[in-house]
């Protein structure tokens, strides 16, 4: 941000952004150090869950984020960090029991990489200078104020634990659904290699054979796919 | 039958992604309020939107 402390940086960076619009690659709006992997394909999704209908409406908080359920999107990767823009109105419908379709309750399977826990009350971390304005005139002095608030470090440190937080909990989504796509393409895999070989089992003893067979590899050992 | 059964579990999940997300916004807002971030007690929606924005900026400006 203070580049222009710093003609060199300055230089440097003016030349990294040179460098970027020379190139034609699809991909190039990204940034290098991006902290999220390449986007993956879309091709890579199911055909069949590609065709799925959004369950999310209209207004949601949803349709103001890049990656995730707008109505008109598809899922797609999260590719570029920003705080969901909230609105409360219906952030309050959704905390009644309106989403009655839903019959079983929603239990996210445990991650590779540990889930941060919730933030628990008792562990809140006062600042000394945490200040009671928050109200401004104008736009201008509000943001002179967080300039202000953002040369002391615990705030700085507080707000972008805010966004990893975010970003952790948009990756665990995105693979948690991924994965349930994968389990299905594998199952139907498994049907078509079945039925090609004229076999009149159901599905229910499809996903019985893929137990063992995923039981077998755990035991060979097996990680070569 | 397949098909069936992933469209029903993709929209359980997309629902409970629904809650989950309302709960990272609301802790969003609270830990915005208990650091004096402008514009997070108010109903001035526009501003709000100005000062994620200037942050997120304020965010990357420092990660790099």
């Known amino acids: ?225 | 039958m397949l098909e069936e059964e992933e469209t029903a579990e993709l929209r359980r999940f997309d629902e409970g992604v629904v809650v989950k997300w309302g709960e990272l916004v609301r802790e969003q807002e609270d830990e915005m309020k208990r650091l004096g971030v402008p514009y997070f007690d108010a109903e001035d929606r526009e501003s709000k939107g100005k000062m994620l924005a200037f942050l997120e900026d304020l965010i990357s400006a420092g990660n790099e």
């Open chain 1, 1 to 225: 941000m203070n580049t222009g402390a710093d003609p060199s940086k300055a230089l440097a960076s003016l030349l990294a952004i040179l460098a970027q619009s020379t190139q034609s690659s699809p991909t190039s709006h990204l940034q290098p150090n991006s902290i999220y992997p390449p986007p993956r394909p879309h091709h890579s999704v199911s055909p069949n869950a590609q065709h799925i209908e959004p369950v999310f409406i209209e207004g949601d908080v949803f349709e103001t984020t890049q990656w995730i359920g707008v109505p008109t999107t598809p899922w797609s990767e999260p590719r570029k960090w920003q705080f969901p823009k909230l609105d409360l109105d219906v952030l309050a419908r959704r905390q009644l029991p309106s989403v009655s379709k839903v019959t079983t309750p929603i239990v996210f399977e445990k991650r590779k990489r540990s889930v941060s826990p919730p933030r628990q009350e008792g562990s809140r971390i006062v600042s000394p200078v945490v200040a009671a304005k928050t109200t401004f005139s104008c736009y201008s002095l509000a943001v002179k104020y967080v300039v202000q608030r953002s040369e002391d470090g615990e705030f700085m440190e507080a707000v972008t634990r805010v966004q990893r937080r975010q970003n952790e909990t948009e990756t665990d989504l995105w693979d948690e659904r991924q994965r349930i796509i994968r389990s299905f393409e594998t199952k139907r895999k498994m049907n078509q290699v079945l039925q090609s070989l004229g076999s009149q089992l159901k599905n229910d003893k499809v996903v019985l054979l893929l137990s063992v067979f995923v039981l077998m590899k755990g035991v060979g050992g097996g990680g070569d796919g």
